[in-house]
């Protein structure tokens, strides 16, 4: 599968604090040390409130680019592959989204691989069910009574009447005595996408990242 679609490019490359780069006197560490002198004191405290304490443990960095080489959207992987940040994401305006740097720069300063739009995109919502405070943290195979249905049915209300989730959209798959109607929510801070099938005399419905 190709990591470029009709819009996107997705690559992931070592950060460059990374231990490993770091014994690297390369283009790449001069490049940096003067980035890291110039411009990180002004911008990244303000630009990423949330992240600034975790940016120098991110081991890969993933960027979502778009067809003008601009970075978009970006997810900093520490060091068990896990991610620890993704940006834009509430007042963090970003780290590479938030620079001059395109992708032909970011070519020539780090060894690029790519990536499918399905992979940056399952890191991006793994933070947004780990770590964002607003979205659900935890999927849900089956409603397995009533009382269930009505906990979380309060707690999508809820969530819906202050803004953190947004309706997307409700369809009909048009295949009887399937999975019939289903609805599309959204996070509206991570961008995670669930499904919601509520239960009824067929089954007992579920709740899961789309």
């Not at 283009?27 to 630009?47: G, M, Q, S, T």
């Not at 975790?54 to 896990?82: A, C, H, M, Q, Y």
């Not at 289903?182 to 239960?199: A, R």
Request: glycine share 6%; hydrophobic share 35%; aromatic share 14%.
């Amino acid at each position: 599968m190709s990591a470029v679609n009709m819009s996107f490019t997705y690559i992931k490359f070592e950060s460059p604090n990374s231990e490993a780069q770091k014994e690297q006197p390369s283009k790449l560490r001069i490049w940096f040390e003067h980035f890291c002198e110039e411009y990180l004191p002004h911008v990244i405290p303000r630009a990423n409130p949330d992240f600034d304490n975790l940016i120098d443990k991110v081991t890969f960095w993933l960027l979502e680019i778009n067809k003008e080489g601009i970075p978009i959207r970006e997810v900093g992987l520490g060091s068990s592959g896990k991610p620890l940040m993704i940006m834009p994401w509430n007042d963090n305006y970003g780290y590479w989204s938030d620079n001059n740097l395109k992708l032909s720069d970011l070519k020539n300063l780090f060894s690029i691989s790519e990536l499918t739009e399905v992979e940056f995109q399952n890191y991006w919502y793994e933070f947004g069910n780990l770590g964002c405070q607003t979205c659900f943290h935890a999927e849900i195979n089956r409603f397995i009574n009533q009382r269930t249905w009505l906990e979380f049915d309060l707690e999508l209300t809820k969530k819906l009447g202050k803004g953190d989730m947004k309706h997307v959209i409700t369809v009909h798959d048009g295949i009887p005595d399937k999975d019939g109607e289903f609805t599309i929510y959204e996070c509206s801070n991570c961008e995670t996408k669930w499904k919601l099938k509520e239960p009824d005399e067929r089954g007992n419905g579920y709740f899961n990242i789309n």
